[in-house]
């Protein structure tokens, strides 16, 4: 996670957090200002939150062919500025890594 700092006066440690729908409201101890942070996640690898939420199906990596489950969907996120794969999990996939999906029309939707 990249540091979280005040926007306005830069204090990184008296911050409090509340979790409001898709967004944090984060207040600052310090000077009192309050901004919403929104919740998307970032790289563990570097830090980016240049990332992409694809639906992935789980079915390969568990090995169980032929069962499946219905969490056998799972939202893998892939870095675009690193190449990492499941950047946001425990254990993350350092890239490059192709994007997810064999995709590049991902890049596409996103207008880029
Ligand atoms: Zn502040
Ligand atoms: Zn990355």
Redesign the pocket.
Known sequence: MPTIACPRCGDDEDLTGEQRDEAIVLTCGACGHRWDRDTRPA??????ED?EGIRTSTLEEAGRAGVRTPSGIRLVYY?W????LD?TSSSPRP?PNPPPGGSRDLRALRGR
């Open positions: 790289c563990r690898l570097c830090g980016a990332i870095c500025d690193c190449g990492g950047v890239g």
